[in-house]
């Protein structure tokens, strides 16, 4: 089956950095994105790895470990419009069906 | 270049009835993806169309259909409407298989 964890919850301080983890047991792996999702609003692309390794982009990286099913997202410099919903989602084959793990919750405060 | 745009924003139908809803991926996108996102499941796919096609398929029940026409536009169709079928219904198109662009979605309220 398809299993996807990542906290429920988070919070974090303006200016600080975060960390969100994402692990995952799937059939099938082809890539992993995170998004991000603001209250009543549909989801944006953030970031795409494929490989092992980081890829950063501004004050957004997302690291991969295929070998240990392992994610992260690292937001730096955190900014109150940080404060959303971040979903992490693998893609099993050729072609565009995404498994999304729960989201985790990020609230940044003063 | 205009965004994914999904008709209409928001439904509600009553148990038993039927609805179709629709989405208009960007100019040039091939691949159409649905998803379902509720408080407790999260998102959910729901099928995914490229060139006319049913590419993927995920494990919904037959009455969730959909279809693709020639001008890549989707709709969804979902019979015997359910309680349970409450939802925010995402549409997602793509270039090929890498982003996804979601649309605002469809609210649909089943009473």
């Known amino acids: 089956g398809q299993n996807i964890d990542q906290p429920t919850e988070m919070t974090a301080t303006e200016g600080a950095i975060v960390q969100i983890n994402c692990t995952y047991q799937?059939?099938?792996?082809?890539?992993l994105f995170w998004y991000q999702q603001h209250a009543g609003e549909a989801p944006t692309f953030l970031s795409y790895?494929?490989?092992?390794g980081l890829e950063e982009k501004g004050r957004f990286s997302s690291f991969l470990s295929r070998s240990k099913g392992y994610s992260y997202l690292l937001l730096k410099e955190l900014q109150m419009k940080d404060s959303a919903s971040y979903l992490c989602?693998?893609?099993?084959?050729?072609?565009?069906?995404?498994?999304f793990g729960g989201g985790t919750r990020l609230m940044v405060k003063p | 270049k205009a965004g994914v745009t999904q008709t209409p924003r928001y439904l509600i139908k009553t148990r038993g009835q039927q609805v179709t809803l629709s989405c208009s991926p960007i100019?040039?996108?091939?691949?159409v993806s649905w998803y379902q996102q509720t408080p407790g499941q999260g998102l959910q796919f729901l099928f995914e169309y490229f060139s006319e096609t049913q590419r993927n398929k995920g494990n919904f029940p037959g009455r969730f259909s959909g279809r693709q026409f020639s001008n890549s536009r989707s709709e969804m169709n979902v019979s015997t409407l359910e309680l349970g079928d409450s939802a925010l219904y995402l549409c997602?198109?793509?270039?090929?298989?890498?982003?996804?662009?979601f649309g605002p979605g469809t609210r649909l309220t089943v009473t």
């Open positions: 790895n494929v490989l092992d």
């Open positions: 100019s040039g996108h091939r691949s």
């Open positions: 997602a198109s793509s270039l090929e298989s890498y982003e996804q662009y």
């Open positions: 799937t059939s099938g792996f082809n890539g």
């Open positions: 989602a693998v893609r099993h084959n050729a072609g565009n069906m995404l498994t």
